[in-house]
């Protein structure tokens, strides 16, 4: 299956969260606290996830793998270049088609340690706070959720998922997600194409410079 989302800034979150509730089902608030891990291949690395989700039902651990992809403009083609040159060139904004695995753990620490003696390193922890809502779409079910990440501030995630990742599907799939988007009283301009890994790798060389 492939994540088909994109992000955007929430600079109101009181206001945000009751357009939430007025249009979309809510699912309740959970906490996420997530630890990455990096294996260096080739000019990049390799990134696997281990999510710890606690909410009123109790925790739940699991592992996810991701192919990330950013495509740029209205046709769902994928575009080569960085989001300030998608800007330069006139496109919107990015949006992410991931191909996603993912698995529940009965416990972490048998695949920690796997991850470890196989040359894997954590590189980044991080921990989120959200309130999630679904909407029915005709793509179909869309995933809401409003975020807070700590210290990066406040977003709105919103996803499909898609048994394909052509053109013409995921352009579809991307409309759907402008349409709620903006429903939420968020505009185009505040999608944030840049991963929280790197937001966060920014703030701490930023914060080590002070």
């Known amino acids: 299956m492939y994540e088909i989302e994109l992000k955007a800034h929430a600079a109101d979150h009181a206001a ?11 699912q309740g608030k959970v906490q996420k606290d997530d630890t990455y891990y990096h294996l260096p291949k080739g000019d990049g690395h390799i990134t696997a996830r281990i999510r710890l989700e606690t909410s009123d039902g109790g925790t739940t651990c699991c592992l996810t793998y991701k192919r990330k992809e950013l495509r740029y403009g209205a046709d769902g083609a994928q575009v080569a270049g960085d989001a300030a040159g998608a800007a330069d060139t006139g496109k919107a904004f990015a949006y992410e088609v991931n191909e996603e695995k993912e698995c529940t753990l009965s416990d972490p620490d048998a695949l920690e340690t796997l991850l470890t003696d196989s040359g894997f390193t954590v590189c980044r922890r991080k921990h989120k706070t959200v309130y999630g809502f679904t909407a029915d779409t005709p793509c179909g079910q869309a995933h809401l959720e409003l975020c ?3 210290p990066l501030g406040d977003f709105l995630e919103i996803e499909i998922m898609s048994p394909t990742n052509d053109a013409q599907t995921v352009a579809r799939i991307r409309s759907e997600l402008e349409r709620l988007l903006t429903q939420q009283g968020i505009p185009l301009s505040a999608v944030e194409p840049r991963q929280y890994n790197e937001m966060l790798q920014k703030y701490a060389a930023q914060t080590e410079t002070q």
């Open 148 to 150: 807070t990440v700590p």
């Open 16 to 26: 945000v969260l009751e357009r939430l509730r007025e249009h979309c089902r809510y």
